[in-house]
């Protein structure tokens, strides 16, 4: 039986820095919602949050960010040809394409898993954000 710990860890995609880049970069592929998400967790201590506190910063409920994680990350996967892992409901899993959780403390005091950014994302997010504010000067 899978537990929910199982999935931590698991990184299908292995995007490098530089592939993240050109996604953010792509507008084809990101929209402003995954932009705001990415740039919310990226300014939370080590980079983590959860679906709860990212709905409750943008003022919707957490279904509606885990559905633009969702769409964010089965658009990535049908654009590199790749299937979403399966869990022992015979779903796919599409949440830890842009995000892992955190083995040792894979919840919160109010029981909601943690999400955070995958280190080659942080990387290509703040390179992201450099380019970004050279163009504004």
Known sequence: MITATQWQGQDI????QTQWLKILQDETMTDNNIL???GF????????????????????????????????SKKLYATLLLEAPVDRDGER??????????????????GHFYWKLRPELVKAWKKYLEKKNAQVK
């Open 13 to 16: 995609l292995k995007l490098t």
């Open 36 to 38: 705001q998400i990415i």
């Open 41 to 72: 967790v990226y300014k939370q201590p080590n980079c983590t949050s959860t679906a709860s506190d990212i709905a409750d910063y943008f003022h919707v409920h957490c279904n509606q960010i885990t559905a633009w994680n969702r769409v964010f």
């Open 93 to 110: 899993r599409y949440w830890n394409v842009v995000f892992d959780g955190i083995p040792e403390k894979p919840k919160d005091e109010h």
